[in-house]
């Protein structure tokens, strides 16, 4: 028997319901293991130690007993004035930091993961486009509807001022695609620099072969090509239906004035 | 204000009540941080979490046993994880024995601060010197004042081995304080 069984059995000798084969075991261990028979001492479980040493065992455990006897006493008063300890005076204000305040962010942060669930479903483009279609015909759809006239006026305004709608956008095309132009030539320009083998400040470590570079540049010019060609020229074919209206529309204006002028100089003459 | 009433006020989200609670409890927590852990810093941060853990908690706490209980079992599942995540052996050092206000309010009647002051420190070296695991049984039943039980629950170990081991360390303290002051209780 272990002492670890033997603290586990000792309480159940000493109130009495312990079979008489276990006890038997508690005897033998008890006869052999002086801090366990100490402990049936303790437990006031006389009949743990063998009868011939429980007389010498006691007299020998409480001839000194005393000055334990006192020290137990003492024990009783010092040790519950070791259960609290003063932390330092932010104690209280970090722990309501940490539990107050973090309890207010994580519902902060719980509403937002909310939010973000909502908005980021798949079906939501959906759902918008439903509903915003829906009261699209709601507010302008109907005879009776808030907006019914809005649509129709707009477009006529539109027509109305059809020649400064095309002049605007022609000559927002043509600044978009300088614009454009002047973009990706600089970027380009700042791809190449710092490749190239005589830019100063390129060390070896970071100088590419002169194969590289002209890869570089090679790259540069395609893609600038690429764009002009097909990006710019796109975009120009496919606003054209307005530009060239919006030039024809402004040179008869020029020769009209021009053929005034020609009419004003005879008649003056 | 009893603190199973405090702990119900918590529940609703009193949080003047939760701060309450806080400053009632703290002192035990803490101490107890500082018995498993014997640095102050540490102590202080465990027993940070402990409130932390008690404070996602107070739903689950049902009101059976008592907050005392709850609040020690916690702590201490705190001090053993942060002793197994730093593997850290836990000797007392310096920096509490030599704080000078410490153990004020215990003074006894007819007693000088520094006489219960050295009488505490060598009851902490005593305690340091014993077997961990009869320094847990005073320290949750002599120190914490659990009862029998709830330390046999926290523990997961029978009654009767609660009330040998109690037996037993409380034994082996009053012999290691004798060793450090033979003069202790006279």
Redesign the interface.
């Known amino acids: 028997m272990k002492c670890?069984r033997f603290?586990?059995?000792?309480?159940?000798r000493v109130e009495g319901i312990l079979d008489t084969e276990t006890a038997v075991m508690l005897d033998a261990h008890a006869a052999g293991c002086a801090r366990c028979a100490?402990?049936a001492i303790?437990?006031g479980d006389g009949a743990a130690i063998p009868a011939e040493d429980f007389t010498a065992s006691v007299l020998a455990l409480t001839s000194d007993r005393e000055?334990?006897e006192?020290?137990?006493?003492?024990?009783?008063?010092?040790?519950?004035?070791?259960?609290?300890?003063?932390?330092?005076d932010d104690?209280?204000a970090?722990?309501?930091a940490?539990?107050?305040e973090?309890?207010r962010m994580r519902l902060h942060r719980r509403l937002g993961a909310f939010w973000d669930s909502l908005i980021q479903r798949p079906r939501l483009a959906l759902e918008g486009a439903y509903l915003g279609a829906v009261a699209g015909f709601l507010l302008v759809g109907l005879p009776a509807s808030p907006l019914a006239g809005v649509p129709e006026q707009v477009i006529h305004e539109l027509r109305s001022q059809e020649i400064a709608v095309r002049t605007t956008l022609a000559s927002s095309t043509a600044k978009l695609s300088q614009f454009s132009t002047t973009t990706w030539e600089r970027a380009g320009d700042i791809v190449v620099l710092p490749l190239g083998d005589d830019e100063p400040g390129t060390g070896d470590a970071v100088r590419l072969n002169s194969r590289d570079s002209e890869w570089a540049e090679f790259a540069r010019d395609t893609a600038a090509t690429a764009w002009n060609d097909y990006v710019v020229t796109g975009a120009d074919w496919l606003l054209s239906p307005w530009t060239d209206r919006a030039t024809n529309d402004s040179d008869p204006n020029e020769s009209t004035n021009e053929e005034d002028k020609d009419e004003r100089s005879s008649h003056s003459a | 204000m009893e603190l199973e009433a405090l702990v119900a006020h918590c529940k609703t989200g009193d949080e003047s009540a939760w701060e309450a609670l806080v400053r009632r409890t703290q002192g035990r927590v803490f101490g107890l941080c500082f018995h498993y852990l014997r640095d102050r810093e540490e102590a202080r941060e465990v027993a940070q979490e402990t409130f932390i853990r008690i404070y996602r908690g107070l739903d689950s706490f049902d009101g059976s046993g008592s907050f005392l209980a709850w609040s020690v079992r916690i702590a201490r599942n705190c001090c053993l994880d942060r002793i197994r995540k730093q593997k850290i052996t836990p000797t007392f050092g310096a920096t509490e024995v030599d704080n000078p206000d410490l153990g004020r309010e215990f003074v006894e009647p007819g007693e000088s601060f520094v006489d219960t002051h050295v009488r505490h420190e060598l009851l902490r070296r005593a305690l340091d010197s014993m077997s961990a695991i009869n320094r847990e049984m005073i320290l949750l039943k002599d120190i914490q004042g659990l009862k029998q039980r709830e330390i046999a629950d926290m523990l997961s170990i029978p009654l009767g081995t609660v009330k040998a081991r109690s037996n037993r360390a409380r034994a082996e303290l009053a012999d290691r304080m004798l060793e450090l002051d033979p003069s202790y209780g006279a």
């Open positions: 670890v603290e586990e059995l000792i309480f159940e100490d402990l303790l437990m000055p334990v006192r020290a137990l006493r003492q024990l009783e008063l010092d040790l519950p004035a070791l259960a609290t300890m003063a932390p330092d104690f209280i970090d722990v309501m940490v539990t107050i973090a309890d």
